[in-house]
C-alpha cells in the first residue's frame, strides 16, 4: 500500500454571465505538493454552456482555459506566473475572481496516487454521468 498525502483541489467552473451566477463545472485543479504535482483536468461541454449563454465567446473561453495546465506545469510557457515555485501557482491559480472563469472553494483530501484522484474528481465534479441502460 502506497503513503497517502494531503492534496487541495478547487473545481475549475465557467459563469457565463457572472450577475446570474449560473455555472457550469469544466475542471479540476489538483496539488499535492509531497509528490510534486501540479495539473488539471479540463473538459468543456460546449452544449450546455450554450443552453446558459448562447452568445459566449466559447474561443475565448478555450483560450483561457487552456492557460490553467500551462500554468501547473510552469515554465516560460506560462509566462511570468510559470516561473515561480509550484505551490505559489495554485495559490495564484485558485485565487477568488468575478470573471467568467472561476475556482470552487479549495478542498482538502488524502491520496496515495493524485493522477488517479484528479480523474476520480473529474468523474464525479465534471464529466456528466453515463445515462442508465434502459431495461427491457
Known amino acids: 500500500m502506497s503513503a497517502e498525502h494531503t492534496y487541495d483541489y478547487a473545481i475549475v467552473r465557467v459563469v457565463p454571465r457572472v450577475e446570474r451566477g449560473e455555472l457550469i463545472n469544466v475542471g479540476i485543479v489538483l496539488s499535492c505538493p509531497a509528490l ?7 473538459e468543456l461541454d460546449e452544449a450546455r454552456l450554450r443552453a446558459l449563454d448562447e452568445a459566449l465567446d466559447l474561443d475565448a473561453v478555450r483560450e483561457h482555459l487552456a492557460t490553467i495546465p500551462l500554468v501547473c506545469r510552469g515554465g516560460p510557457d506560462a509566462g511570468p506566473i510559470g516561473e515561480l515555485p509550484q505551490r505559489n501557482r495554485f495559490h495564484w491559480l485558485v485565487s477568488p ?8 472553494a479549495v478542498h482538502t483530501g488524502r491520496t496515495g496516487d493524485p493522477a488517479a484522484t484528479l480523474d476520480r ?7 456528466r454521468p453515463a445515462k442508465p441502460q434502459s431495461v427491457g
Do not use: K, N, P, Y
Open 36 to 42: 510534486d504535482f501540479l495539473e488539471a483536468g479540463i
Open 97 to 104: 475572481r468575478s470573471t467568467v472563469i472561476q475556482m470552487s
Open 121 to 127: 474528481l473529474m468523474d464525479t465534479m465534471v464529466r
